[in-house]
């Protein structure tokens, strides 16, 4: 069948199942959205107000659905838009494939019009990246670019095609996409095997699960080996909605901002079964002291990060589901109640609780995040910006759903989470869905409200407006001597003023009673709902352990004047 290029893109994306696309038209990429026209009864396209936005919504699309998120964007300035977006999903190993148009062939390296190179640019931040050369290729290289992002340790995949390929006719031939098997079996048996009877001589054992369990969907089996193993269980950042956070096995995260329940266990423990986390810096914190009396079992699919971080004393190369699969084969019901007791006695002794800073009645953080949950029964799609109000939805949100959580975690992206919330939401239009936010991060992305408005997406924007850079200012108080040299924003802005200029719901929160009422009223309304939290700018992040100091040794209070 003879298609031209731009068809052929859709008809390559239609195999793969792709049935929405976030993106923002311009020039190079003309002729693929006048495909997308006619496609319209097929695909779904959602444009954002800015290219970066719409790179975060596919990416936010991707953790929640377990689908390969899509984006499109024009050249030049619209592919530069969104490389930030590329690099938040390559750091947290998300699925995502991103289409940029270019110039046509013949003016490629002569600094065209609205010209870049972006395979030269996004090289370092993604799996592999093409220009297409040859219209004849095209379809090969998309279905390339989707088996590459999802093979092996996930991530982005950029595809950037000249505008006279987007309308060259090519011989299109429908194909059933190949399938991937992530299991690694050669040589992982073994390897398994040894895991097994490591844990089976374990008297006070400990897991620690990172994002990879979620991209695997291996979180039934994960729960199941938690069960069997009775051990205490701490989730990375990226891992938070891995296991249901009520169990009683839970104890929080580890590292930075974790919990000193979590830290003890690290402390005590005689081996650690590690699922899917790459060990970065913010859960090591010194890696010199780190887990240093006790033995280390890594179960990863990515053998780079073995061993790259922090030694261990155990691998298992493998795709976490199949690994935990195997090794609830093999393991019996453990039991250790004298570990277990000693455990939920250190949960119990250092139970987190916010204090006020100057009155009984101000709005605290954990207060808010604690009602959205009771009122969600822990069952929304929560996505965060990165800040204070990442750390603490991560410690006050129970997470009892797998893709549940979706947050900036490697590269710490300021501006994420609207974005994603927008995807997460078009990808799960049943769930309740909330972006929490600070005033920092809300000013980086506002320009989404328009987003909201315009495609009807109800999702709640919840924003704590302490009018500071939260962490950053955490940060001065603590090791600069209390310099807040530009943390201070104090822009101005009247949130509510904003919202109804946006033409989305506006409410807001100012003192504790407030809380449960206006919550109930952003979650009910069916419309998309901004919340404005008024908080303490005062009110710190804790725990949290000092840059280089080892992770048993967090700070629990800090004293404010």
């Known amino acids: 069948m003879l298609l031209n290029g731009s068809e052929v893109i859709l008809e390559c994306l239609l195999e793969q199942g792709v049935d929405t696309i976030f993106g923002y038209p311009g020039g190079a990429v003309l002729n693929i959205y006048d495909a997308l026209y006619k496609y319209s009864d097929k695909i779904t396209h959602i444009i954002t107000a800015h290219e970066q936005a719409a790179c975060h919504a596919a990416d936010g699309y991707s953790r929640t659905t377990g689908r390969t998120g899509v984006v499109l964007a024009t050249s030049g300035p619209g592919a530069t838009n969104l490389v930030t977006g590329i690099a938040t999903a390559f750091m947290d190993s998300i699925p995502l494939v991103a289409i940029t148009g270019n110039v046509t062939r013949d003016l490629l390296g002569l600094d065209s019009f609205q010209e870049v190179d972006i395979c030269g640019i996004t090289m370092p ?26 093979e092996g340790r996930k991530g982005p995949v950029l595809i ?23 299991h690694n079996p050669d040589g992982v048996k073994a390897e398994i095997e040894r895991a097994a009877e490591l844990i089976k001589a374990s008297e006070r054992p400990f897991i620690y699960a990172g994002g990879g369990v979620v991209s695997c969907d291996a979180c039934a089996e994960m729960a199941e080996f938690v069960r069997k193993c009775d051990a205490p269980v701490s989730l990375s950042l990226m891992g938070q909605c891995a296991i249901d956070n009520t169990i009683e096995n839970y104890i929080g995260m580890l590292g930075m901002h974790g919990t000193k329940t979590a830290a003890l266990t690290l402390s005590e423990c005689d081996l650690m079964i590690v699922l899917g986390s790459r060990f970065s810096d913010r859960v090591l914190c010194n890696p010199k002291t780190f887990a240093k009396n006790t033995k280390i079992i890594h179960i990863e699919i990515d053998p780079a990060e073995i061993g790259k971080n922090i030694g261990v004393y155990h691998k298992v190369t493998g795709d976490v589901k199949y690994v935990l699969a195997e090794l609830n084969k093999l393991l019996p019901d453990m039991s250790h109640p004298q570990w277990m007791s000693q455990v939920m ?19 605290l953080p954990q207060d808010v995040i604690e009602e959205l ?47 994603a919330a927008m995807g997460a ?24 409200l328009s987003s909201l408005a315009k495609h009807k997406i109800p999702m709640v924007e919840l924003v704590f407006e302490n009018d ?33 200029a946006f033409g989305v719901e506006g409410v807001r929160i100012t003192k504790k009673s407030e809380i449960r009422p206006m919550l109930e009223k952003a979650l009910s309304c069916g419309k998309p709902c901004l919340v404005d939290v008024i908080i303490n700018k005062d009110i710190n992040v804790l725990p949290m352990v000092p840059a280089g100091a080892d992770v048993s040794e967090p700070i629990m209070e800090l004293e404010i004047d």
């Open 373 to 419: 949950d009771r009122l969600t029964e822990g069952s929304a799609i929560v996505t965060t910006e990165v800040g204070q109000h990442q750390m603490w939805a991560a410690q006050y949100y129970n997470f009892r759903c797998p893709r549940s959580f979706a947050s900036s975690g490697g590269l710490g992206t300021m501006g994420y989470g609207f974005g």
């Open 425 to 448: 939401k078009v990808g799960n239009p049943d769930r309740t869905v909330v972006n929490i936010a600070g005033d920092g991060s809300f000013f980086m992305n506002c320009n989404e």
């Open 345 to 363: 006695q250190w949960k119990k002794d250092y139970a987190l609780r916010m204090v006020p800073v100057e009155r009984e009645d101000e709005v």
């Open 125 to 150: 931040v993604t799996k592999h990246n093409y220009i297409v050369k040859d219209p004849a290729r095209l379809p090969e290289i998309i279905r390339e670019a989707f088996y590459i992002a999802n």
């Open 468 to 500: 500071v850079l939260g962490m950053v200012r955490q940060w001065q108080r603590l090791f600069y001597g209390k310099r807040f040299s530009q943390t201070n924003i104090e822009r101005g802005t009247d949130l509510m003023k904003l919202a109804e």
């Open 160 to 182: 950037d095609i000249p505008k006279d390929i987007t309308g060259a006719m090519i011989e299109y031939e429908k194909k059933t996409p190949r399938p991937i098997v992530n």
